[in-house]
Nanobody, 125 residues
Framework: QVQLVESGGGLVQEGDSLRLSCAGS????????MGWFRQAPGKEREFLAA????????YYSDSVKGRFTISRDNAKSTIYLQMDNLKSEDTAVYYC??????????????????WGQGTQVTVSS
């Protein structure tokens, strides 16, 4: 059973940076694409970024491209989301996920079988 644990959330001000981590266990992470999503109150879960474990293909949503960067540490089975120039609208619970989506389904939450518990990011204006 794959388990994912996020960390690194918190309260920051607009313009600040934050790095989220997602540590995985219980699985062979070379088999999975890892993704980051977020969900704000009253809104649907939103795709942010994804990275294939093998080959390293990277995908971003238009809303965060240029501000957020996804990276990985294979030795630690950990994936990161570096968030720069944060805005108040980035306030949400952030989740990492593992799955085997094809390229056309990369941005769909239902393509990911395993999810972390989420970490809150609050950006004050």
């Amino acid at each position: 059973q794959v388990q994912l644990v996020e960390s690194g959330g918190g309260l920051v001000q607009e313009g600040d940076s934050l790095r989220l981590s997602c540590a995985g266990s219980g699985g062979s992470f070379s088999d999975y694409t890892m993704g980051w999503f977020r969900q704000a109150p009253g809104k649907e879960r939103e795709f942010l970024a994804a990275k294939r474990w093998i080959g390293g293909g990277t995908y971003y949503s238009d809303s965060v491209k240029g501000r957020f960067t996804i990276s990985r540490d294979n030795a630690k089975s950990t994936i990161y989301l570096q968030m720069d120039n944060l805005k108040s609208e980035d306030t949400a619970v952030y989740y990492c996920a593992a799955g085997r989506p094809i390229t056309s389904t990369m941005k769909l939450a239902r393509s990911y079988a395993y999810w972390g518990q989420g970490t809150q990011v609050t950006v004050s204006s």
